[in-house]
């Protein structure tokens, strides 16, 4: 018998109408809906949990924990697709879990401005240009005394300063190495999209503190879990005192599904990698992600008006062979003469994007995201191989 609330299972998870080849595309947020199609096979099965209701009531899950609010289960599975996967050195490192990584971020900035900075000089925060637009926005939205945007950071002019690093970067795609130009510097490393789907794994990442987050790794943006990998106890310790400060805790139903669905990715490929990529999520993207960097290109070169940033091959030492980079946004650029506002003209051509300008760059420029659903993806690149 069907119960109130069933729906729920068959309702489009993205909540977004279908769109039609004259519709109004909005690539504006790296919405992961791509992945959808993947956990509507048997992964998804193999992903769903039952929470009864007198389960994940108590505020703590792991009292003896710095972060006691952090699910073991989840704590678990982090670790194991991290060895897994070799792209980072998660082994005597601190574990945090935050409301994605944004939560996370912040925590980071404030963990790591001194508490007398209050005294009227506030910690500046940098990146380097082009740099993820929620950086200035998050770090100045309450007007803290402890920090603030302080803008690109290879021509900022100070000594001392919390730089964010973003690898493979939003919205270019670069590799990128901290810039820090002296020893009072400290580097927070997000590496949301350092997962072999988007780029060639080339080492275990070893950095002081580093954010990743299911959003951007399994396309489960909605569940809201990120998580922090931090090697110094206090900062780890200031960290989550934010996160306690700030919601108390993380959701322990957010974290159980998490596990549950990073368990049916690493399941998929150490119990069942003859599956083919039906169960093997990185390979499925993979594809994906080639496919569409593929009508992209194609299209960009039928337009003749637009340019994209070169394709960066490299060893993986995950997939074991030399690949291609797949970022998870195109940074395109216009060519044409008299186009000093890419953002405003796609926008009349009812393709929604983000302009340059939010990420330090210029107007010429728009970061499109490369994750929606693969009828939004189709619409956008004929419009684009269109436009003369
Ligand atoms: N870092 C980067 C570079 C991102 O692109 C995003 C999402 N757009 C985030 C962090 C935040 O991810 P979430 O809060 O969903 O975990």
Not at 10 to 26: E, L, R, Y
Not at 214 to 243: P, Y
Request: charged share 25%; hydrophobic share 40%.
């Amino acid at each position: 018998r069907r119960e109130e609330g069933d729906e729920l299972a068959v309702a489009p998870s993205s909540g977004k109408p279908p769109v039609s080849p004259d519709s109004i595309i909005n690539l504006d947020h790296g919405d992961p809906t791509m992945y959808e199609l993947f956990w509507r096979g048997d992964a998804g099965e193999r992903a769903t949990i039952v929470i009864p209701g007198w389960q994940t009531m108590s505020y703590f899950s792991d009292v003896g924990n710095i972060c006691w609010f952090l699910e073991p289960r989840f704590e678990r599975e982090v670790r194991r697709l991290h060895r897994l996967i070799g792209n980072a050195a998660a082994e005597g490192y601190h574990m945090l879990v935050g409301t994605g990584s944004t939560q996370l971020f912040q925590a980071a900035i404030y963990a790591l401005s001194p508490p007398g900075a209050a005294a009227g000089a506030p910690m500046s925060v940098v990146s380097p240009v082009p740099y993820y637009s929620s950086y200035p926005a998050v770090t100045d939205f309450l007007k803290s005394d402890l920090y603030r945007w302080a803008g690109d950071a290879n021509t900022f002019d100070g000594e001392t300063y919390i730089e964010l690093v973003c690898s493979p970067n939003n919205p270019d795609g670069g590799i990128r190495e901290a810039v820090l130009k002296s020893g009072t510097c400290v580097a927070v490393h997000d590496l949301a999209y350092y997962w072999p789907q988007y780029t060639p794994i080339t080492k275990a990442a070893a950095h002081d503190i580093m954010l990743f987050t299911v959003s951007k790794c399994t396309g489960h943006a909605g569940t809201r879990i990120g998580w922090a990998l931090v090697k110094d106890r206090a900062v780890a310790q200031r960290m989550n005192k934010f996160i306690e400060l700030n919601t108390i805790g993380v959701s322990k139903d957010s974290q159980l599904r998490a596990a549950k669905i990073l368990k049916a990715i690493s399941d998929g490929y150490e119990h069942a990698p003859a599956a083919g990529d039906r169960n093997r999520l990185f390979h499925f993207a993979r594809r994906h992600m080639k496919a569409r960097w593929g009508a992209l290109r194609t299209a960009v070169a039928a337009s003749g008006i637009f340019s994209l940033p070169d394709e960066l091959p490299g060893y993986c030492t995950f997939a074991k062979e030399t690949v291609a980079a797949y970022p998870p946004f195109a940074w395109l650029r216009c060519e044409k003469e008299g186009v000093d506002d890419l953002d405003g003209y796609l926008r009349e051509r009812k393709i929604i994007s983000r302009g340059g300008t939010k990420f330090g760059a210029d107007g010429r420029f728009v970061r499109i995201s490369m994750l929606d659903t693969d009828e939004a993806f189709a619409i956008f690149v004929d419009r684009l191989a269109a436009m003369k």
